[in-house]
């Protein structure tokens, strides 16, 4: 069966997920995180991705990133994997491929997801029996987004912005969003999505990413995702 073919569109945000081939770990010590995170920054500002939110997780990554061009996020996430893998087999001895195959990502609607994919992100590390609250795990955007952590190399999207009139109240806001418990069937759409590819929104922005693609996109069908994707954190 072909692969699906991955879109993003300019100015239109996107999660994006990699994981390590068949489930291995891609991250064996402090310094791989840190790295990892300095060639983000760079694939990011090298060609043209904002980055919102992310998370590092034992075998995978999450990113909430906005591209400039169409090619944007494709080059950026190429760059800091290809980087990142010629690290990791000089440093540990290893040989072949570190990743899964290709990236997974979906465009997200911003005004109605944005803050649910920031938190969706960066409680990866709670629901996966990691930590306790976001707040103690050190390889994710929470800090920086609820407490100003320094230093701050994420831009906000327009609904984080929205949150409040000044930093304070926006990080307060933004830590309000986390005492709650996510809904499950959101959840389990967000999962779907970037899974299959399908942009994660309504039937309108289905209907409009479709018509600037000239093509349908993701899933033909919605409905409950399949048993497979909800195991996906």
């Not at 996107?14 to 068949?22: D, L, P, S």
């Not at 991250?27 to 919102?52: I, N, P, Q, S, T």
């Not at 779907?192 to 309504?202: D, H, K, R, Y």
Request: aromatic fraction near 10%.
């Amino acid at each position: 069966m072909p692969r699906k073919p991955r879109f993003y569109l300019p100015g239109i945000s996107a999660h994006v997920v990699q994981r390590g081939n068949a489930r291995d770990a891609v991250f064996f010590d402090l310094c791989d995180y840190d790295l990892y995170l300095d060639w983000l920054r760079e694939g990011a500002d090298k060609y043209g991705c904002v980055v919102h939110a992310y998370v590092l997780m034992t075998n995978h990554v999450h990113i909430l990133l906005t591209p400039q061009a169409t090619d944007s996020i494709s080059r950026a996430i190429q760059h800091v994997g290809r980087t990142y893998v010629t690290y990791i087999n000089q440093r540990y001895g290893r040989s072949g491929t570190l990743w899964e195959g290709r990236h997974k990502g979906s465009v997200v609607n911003s005004s109605q997801y944005a803050l649910a994919c920031y938190r969706y992100i960066e409680m990866n590390p709670v629901r996966a029996g990691m930590v306790r609250t976001p707040l103690d795990y050190r390889w994710s955007s929470h800090r920086e987004n609820a407490y100003g952590a320094t230093p701050i190399w994420l831009s906000p999207l327009p609904e984080y912005s929205g949150l409040g009139g000044n930093d304070r109240q926006r990080m307060l806001a933004y830590r309000s969003l986390f005492r709650t418990n996510a809904d499950r069937d959101e959840l389990q759409m967000i999962r779907s999505c970037v899974q299959t590819g399908t942009p994660l929104g309504g039937d309108r922005f289905k209907a409009k990413i479709e018509k600037m693609l000239g093509r349908r996109v993701g899933q033909n069908r919605r409905g409950r995702p399949s048993k497979s994707s909800t195991n996906e954190l």
